[in-house]
Each structure stands twice: as C-alpha cells, then as structure tokens.
C-alpha cells in the first residue's frame, strides 16, 4: 500500500512538470493556458484513479485530493471546475460502492483549494510549509470524515490499515505539491519579470535617440543599441564582436580606448565630444562614457551613449554668424543710434548713428556716464534716478519721446527705448534704441499749424474757429454776455477768378483778411472758412440785446466801408463788396453749427437785399430749415417704420383695355396723412435717401408682378417703375436689379424702367452701357417726359429704348395750343419711324384721348381711365375690363 501511495506522489511531481510548461507555453493566451491546465490537473486525477489502491471492490484511494486541492489553489476556478469535472467523469465511470463518496471528495477537495485562494487573496494564508501542512491535514482529516459513510466493514478496515499512511502521505504530499507549485508560480513571475524589464529596457533603448554602446576594456563592441543605424560607423551586426581598431582610425580609436581604461580604473562617468564619419555622413557627437560595474567575458566594460549633437552644433555656428551679422548691423546701421551703459550710466557701446546723431565719437564717448553726455542739465538728476531704477528692478522705462542735446549744445529730438541685458557671469548692461525725429516734430508743428490755420490768408481755418466760437459762447453763458457771429461772403468773387485768374483772386482773399483784421478787437477771432466766405467772432458785446445789435450793426458797417475801398491787384485798380449775415448768441444759443447756420441765412438774406449790406438772422428763415430738418428726419424714420406703400395707375390701349400700370410711390404719413410725391422726393434726392427708398418701390414692384405672373389677367401686364437718376448712377445698380429679379422670380418682360432726360444729360455712354447690361436680360426702358430736354434728338437713335413716353404738359394743350400739338405729332411720328412705342400720359378728357388716337398714339395714362389706385382697387379695375370704345 505504501508503494501505491509514493506512485501517487510520483505523479504529483510529473503534474509540477506539466503544469509548468503549459503556463510558459500558453503565456500570451492565459485563458487557452488555464483550459489546459486544468485537463493536466483532471488528466492527474484520471491516472490516479486508473492505478489505484483498492480497498474492496468499488472502493479506491489516489492522489486525487492532493492534485484538486492544488488546481484549486493555484490555478483558480477554471483550472479547478475542468479538473473536477474530468475527475467526477472518471470516477463515475468506474462505479462501484465508493463512486458517491468519491465525487465528494472530489467536490470537497477543490472547494478546499478554492476557499485557500481566497484566504491567500486577502492576505489571511500564505503558501509557506506550515499552511500547507495544516490545510492539507484539515482537507484529509475531512477526507476521511467522508470515509466513515462508507460500508461499516469497509470503513473499519479502512481506520485500521489505511487512514494513518494516507493522512501522512498525502498531507506531505499537499505540501510537497504546494511548495513545487509555488517555486514554479514564483519562477514564471520572475521570468515575467524579466521580461517586462528586458522588453521596457529595449523600448527605452529604442525610444531615446543616443547610441548605446557596451564596451570591454580592449575595446570589444559587446553590445550596440541604436534607432537608427545612420550614425554607427557600420551596421550593428557588422560591429559587435570587432574592436575600435579594426573600424575606426587609430588616432580616434586610440584616444576612445584612453578613456575607456580611464573610466575603469577611476570609476568616474566622463564626457567628450568628438566628430566621426558614420554612414549618414560627418556628424558630431557627445560622448558620455560610464563604467558597467561587472565584467563581460571576464573583462571590465563601460557603457558608452553617443548624442548626435550636429544640428545643435550648426545652430551654434549659425548663431555665432549671426551674432556677428548683428553686432555689424548695430554698429553701422544708419537711423538708430545705440548706446550701451552699465550700472551708474558708464558708457559700453556707442556705434556709428550715435555719432552722427550727438556729434561724439566713440573714443569720446566710452566710459562716459550718459546723462552728462547727452542731458540738458534740467533733466539729468531724472535721468540719473531712471537708470539707478532700471539697474535695481531689472524693469526699463517705457519708450517715449524726449529732447536731448547734442555735442554742440543744439537740441535733438528723439525717440527713445531700451533693452536690459544680462548674461549669466557678466555684469547687467543697458541698450537705448534712439531714433532721431526732429525732422518728424517739425512738420508736426507744420501740420498742427496747417490744420487749424488757412494756408493762403493764415487765418485761422474752420476747425480753429469751430473751438473759439464754443469758447466763446462758453464765455457768453457764464457772463451773460452777448456774442455777435458775421459772415462774409465776396460779392462776385467768382467773376474775379474767373477773368483775372486764381492768382488774382489770391490776392484779394490776403487783402480782406488783413482789412478784417485790421477792423477787430483783440479778442475777436478772424477766420477764413471757405473759398471767399469769412467768419467773425466777436464775443463780449453788451448783455442786452438792442445794445449788443447796434454795437454789431457798427462793427459790421466798419468791416463794409474798408472792404469798400478801392485794392490794387496786379497793377490794376479794383473794386469790390461783400454781403454780411449777423447772428446774435446769448446765453440760450444752442450749439456752434446753429450758430454758423444762422449767420449764413443771414448772410444770403443780404443778398438777396443787393449785396453790399449787412442783414441779421432772421427767426423765420430758422423755421424753414428746422421745418426742412424735421421733414428728412420723418422721412428716415417712415422708411424704418415702413410708411410708404406703392399705388397703380392704370396704362391702357386704344379701345380702353387694361395692358399694364405705372408703380407710383406715396408718403401715408401718421400725422399729416398722404404727403404728396413733390415734397418728399426732392428731400430724397438731395438727403440721398433717394437709394434706399428706390430700392424699396424696385423690390415691392417686382415682387408685386412675380405674384401677377401665373395669373391669367394679371401675367400679360406691363408694370412700369420709375429710376431716379441717383440710384440709376449707382455703380453696381445693374447687380441690385438682376438680384432683385432672381429673389423675387418676377418677369423681366414685363417690366419697364421709366428714365428721364435729365438722368442722360450727366454720361450718355455711361448710361447706355447700363441699359444694354438690364436690356440683355430682357428688362424695357421707357423714357419719361420725352421733349422737356435739352437734347433729346441727339441721343434718342443711341438709347436701347423700347418705348416714349409723351410729357403731360404737351398732352394738356393739344387742344387749345397748336404747337403743343405739332409736338405731340412729331413725337407720335419720330417714336414710330425709331420703331418704339409710345404713351402719353395725363389724359383726362375723352377730347385728349380722340386726337392722340388719331395722331397714331396707341397708349394712354391719365385721370380719363384711374388715378393712382392701391393695389386691391386696381386688381378689381383690371379684371373688369370695359367694352372696347
């Protein structure tokens, strides 16, 4: 029996084996691994119990307690389910009386391992002889409790000759598998152990960019480490194995092996840097040498790291050309003198612009403090304080522009900056950046002269005067004091230039100024605000107001009678006048442009007096500009707030039909109602808010026929829209209508652009070009109040016109005045020889419409077939379409 159970031990020690080379073979697939170890677990268990000791008949002992417990403990729960599961198998196949008894054991034994796992796992056990030994006596002792359920004979005979020699065994048993399964387990962690290091050290070895080189003492290549292979000397399996003599030099080779030897017997880490020829070409290295601490092949070694340091190096060369390039541009550039200081202000460095700007030379200069060199003694204790300041903080003064002086004593302006310096083992230095704008502060001072004095007369220009006039009115408000404003225009200045020429003109301006000027007090302002206007302050007159106009109304009769008097120009006599306009500010005058716009209105109220006088403002005049303010104000405000809207006057043919209409625009004002087209479009024009309202009425139109478009009635329409001549003039106005028509898809057929004669006279081919560019895209043009022009015939035969439009004023006297008539009948017969059509407009009586008719006119507009209508009126007025006349 003896021998039976040291065969079981037998094959505990071939499971050791087994187990062993199954985790190192399956190592990167560890579940795969633990699958297999758990069949050599199970197959363990199978031979056991193929071999085993028989007690009786179906009752068998074997070492498959031992091996499940292991599978358990050190395999886990997968290793031991396989085992068990290949165990209970076995032993159910071979039955007999013990087969239960033996699948508990089974069961208990792994449940035992698995439990010593977790123990282990939490740090209660560990897998030391004394564990194993108590948990391999408690398993079997339970082993053996299982036994007793056994036949009572059975069992007896089992207590008697077996339990003792198995609980002994195979407890020495578990304990022998426990320690060979842990010394296995410790080993594979150390081999993964060193593996991990070995592969973090390749990737170290691969990841830095050195070379690494192991080296003995005889100067062997034992080991060669590197990314990249360009710069070795040769390949690396060309190199270990060979010596330095054999690949390099014997000069480079000799002084490698001195400091090899060096670095043995001193044990210092020792650098170097060297230049070698690898196969990427010539290349610098830093050279880092460190003895190895044990001996390879029984010889001392060093490790050798290798930087290629030749980009660096080539940056150093270049920064050292550089440095050169830069100290030659700064000793010799030209515009910027530099000057170098240390502490205290002693002079460093002085180049060449320095020289030229302060008059010293460099031998001069040096070891000069600064502020006594170029400071007027008035700045020196400031700047002596800012340099002291600069050298304690390290912080520079802004850059600013100060006055200094020269060699000579001459002042220099310039603009100064600086530069702190300090390099590691050398005492901190300042650099000043001075540029020399003297040149610049005097046409400063040029232009600040020019841009508040008037070049031809040097009076002061309007931007001067707009600041005394506020000074003044200022004055006026504190003391109550009233100021009076002239404004004098030359009469018929423009007749001087123009038949005395510029020069002359000239002259007279200078004359009235100096009479001006010669006429005031000292504190009175004389200004010359455009052209031949000129503008008086005079402020301080008296605080009431009859006192203060008649101290005006005699101050402006002065500036009369000496501007009266007779001038020489060029050698000729000339007499002239001057219309002035007086405006009185008290306390209550509102701002200097009022105050300028009243001496202005002023000043043409004396025009329109006879020139050659003096008016004062008048309150009325005021009420019309604020009424004309007012009404441009309203009118930006009705295009934000969409005020205007679009009505249709009808257009029909010879019988009465509806063929299309005229967009007509209106003012529906919330206050005044519907302001009329004459007072709201001139505002337009001339405020240029003539564009934005254009654009409108354009839009509106063409989105109004592009709904028109599929309708039966309404698609065949014409709908004409008037261009004023500012918006046709508009550069990109041939871009604004063709995006107008894409956006709203309505029909460039159907639509006329009505331009007038007025709009052609500026630029007659600037104008063509345009309307071909719309006409090219089938857009008509009719031109509206044909025969109010000037040269109508000249261009008529040029223009891409599709249709004439007959002014009313023609249309109107047809019949009372012959030659309205005869024009309105060479208008019919000229538009008809030229091929185009033609309307007339304001027909009101059916008298007006017979004799058009007869004339051949086939189309009419006018108050006899609708007025301007809105658009739901016109749409009823064009579905019910009249019987034909």
């Known amino acids: 029996m003896f021998i039976e159970l040291v065969k079981g031990v037998s094959l505990l020690l071939a499971l050791c084996f ?89 069961l208990l034994c792994a449940a035992s391992g698995l439990l010593y796992r977790r123990a282990r796992a939490l740090g209660w056990l560990d897998v030391d002889p004394v564990s194993l030994a108590c948990f391999g006596l408690l398993a079997h002792v339970a082993v053996l409790g299982l036994f007793q359920f056994l036949p009572a004979d059975v069992a007896r005979h089992f207590n008697a000759m077996v339990a003792q020699p198995f609980l002994v065994t195979f407890t020495l ?45 005889e100067g062997r290549y034992v080991e060669v480490l590197s990314r990249d292979e360009g710069p070795l000397v040769a390949r690396a399996s060309e190199l270990v194995g060979r010596r330095m003599h054999e690949v390099l030099p014997a000069g480079q080779a000799d002084g490698f092996m001195a400091l090899i030897r060096d670095t043995v017997s001193s044990g210092r880490t020792q650098t170097i840097e060297y230049e070698m020829r690898t196969q990427s070409g010539p290349c610098h290295f830093e050279g880092r040498v460190q003895a190895l601490g044990a001996l390879v ?21 270049a920064l050292r050309e550089s440095e050169l390039r830069f100290r030659s541009v700064l000793l010799n550039i030209p515009s910027i003198a530099v000057l170098g200081y240390r502490a205290g202000g002693a002079l460093s460095y002085w180049n060449r612009a320095a020289e030229r700007l302060y008059g010293y030379t460099a031998e001069e200069a040096m070891g000069r403090r600064l502020p006594d060199l170029v400071a007027p003694s008035s700045m020196r204790d400031r700047m002596r304080g800012d340099i002291d300041r600069m050298f304690a903080t390290g912080k520079v003064v802004a850059a600013r ?69 506020r000074r003044a009115l200022a004055g006026g408000a504190r003391s109550g004091r ?30 009235v100024a100096s009479r001006l000027c010669d006429s005031v007090r000292e504190q009175d302002t004389v200004a010359r605000l455009s052209g031949d206007a000129f503008v008086v302050v005079a402020p301080g007159l008296s605080a009431s107001a009859p006192e203060a106009a008649e101290q005006a109304r005699a101050l402006g009769e002065l500036f009369l009678t000496r501007l009266r008097e007779p001038c020489d120009l060029a050698g000729h006599e000339y007499h002239f ?37 003096l008016r004062f403002f008048d309150p009325d005049m005021q009420q019309a500009v604020t009424r004309r303010a007012t009404l441009e104000a309203e009118l930006r405000n009705g295009l934000r707030q969409g005020q205007f809207l679009l009505l249709y006057q009808p257009q029909v043919d010879g019988e009465g039909r509806v063929t299309g209409a005229e967009a007509l625009v209106r003012w529906r004002h919330p206050g005044q109602g519907m302001v009329p087209p004459s007072e709201f479009i001139p505002m337009a024009e001339e405020s240029g808010l003539i564009l934005p309202l254009g654009h409108w009425v354009m839009e509106t139109a063409l989105r109004q026929q592009a709904s028109w478009r599929g309708d039966p009635v309404f698609g065949r329409l014409d709908l004409a ?63 509206d109040d044909f025969g109010t022009g000037y040269s109508s015939l000249n261009y008529l035969k040029r223009l891409p016109l599709s249709q004439i439009k007959i002014d009313q004023s023609f249309v109107s006297g047809v019949l009372r005045d012959p030659s309205d008539a005869a024009i309105a009948r060479s208008i019919i017969a000229l538009a008809d020889s030229l091929g185009l ?49």
Request: hydrophobic share 45%; charged share 25%.
């Open 18 to 106: 087994l187990h062993g080379v199954n985790v190192r073979l399956w190592r990167s697939r560890p579940l795969v691994g633990q699958v297999f170890s758990g069949v050599i677990f199970g197959g363990i268990c199978v031979v056991g119990m193929l071999t085993p000791l028989v007690l009786e008949r179906g009752v068998i002992f074997d070492a498959r307690s031992v091996v499940l417990s292991m599978a358990g403990l050190f395999g886990g729960p997968l290793v031991a389910g396989v085992a068990a599961a290949m165990a209970a198998a076995a032993r159910l196949s071979l039955a007999g009386e013990g087969a239960f008894i033996g699948l508990l054991v089974i």
């Open 173 to 217: 048993a578990t304990v022998a598998l426990g320690l060979l399964l842990r010394d296995m387990e410790d080993r594979l962690a150390t081999e993964r152990a060193l593996a991990d290091t070995a592969a973090r050290l390749r990737a170290i070895s691969q990841a830095i960019p050195d070379v690494l080189l192991v080296l003995d003492s």
């Open 297 to 317: 092949n029984d010889l001392p070694a060093v490790v050798f790291l290798a930087r290629d340091i030749t980009e660096r190096k080539r940056a150093e060369g």
């Open 401 to 469: 522009e100060t006055r200094l002086r020269r060699k000579d004593g001459s002042p220099v302006d310039v603009f100064s900056s600086h530069a702190f310096v300090e390099l590691p083992g050398q005492p901190p230095e300042m650099f000043c950046f001075d540029v020399d704008i003297s040149g610049r502060k005097a046409a400063e001072e040029e232009a600040r002269h020019l841009a508040s004095y008037d070049a031809l007369t040097q009076l002061p220009n309007r931007r001067l005067l707009v600041d005394r006039l």
């Open 482 to 511: 009233i100021t009076a404003v002239f404004f004098l225009d030359l009469d018929d200045f423009k007749t001087l230039n123009d038949t005395r020429g510029h020069e002359v003109g000239d002259q007279l301006l200078r004359q």
């Open 577 to 613: 006048s001057a219309s002035i306009g007086v405006a009185l500010l008290d306390r209550s005058a509102e701002s200097v442009d009022e105050a300028l716009k009243q001496a202005d209105m002023a000043m043409y109220r004396a025009k329109d007096a006879g020139r050659d006088t």
């Open 721 to 783: 829209v008037n261009v004023s001549p500012r918006q046709f003039r508009q550069d990109d106005f041939v871009a604004q209508i063709l995006a107008l028509l894409r956006d709203t898809g309505a029909d460039p057929a159907r639509i006329k652009l009505e331009l007038t004669e007025s709009l052609l006279l500026h630029s007659v081919d600037s104008a063509i070009e345009t309307m071909r560019a719309l006409r090219a895209h089938g857009l008509g043009f009719s031109l």
């Open 837 to 885: 059509g033609v309307i007339a407009e304001g027909v009101e009586t059916e008298a007006h419409r017979r004799f058009l008719l007869e004339h051949g006119c086939p189309a009419f507009q006018g108050f006899l077939f609708g007025r301007p209508m809105e658009l739901e009126a016109f749409e009823r007025r064009a579905r019910a379409e009249p019987a034909a006349r």
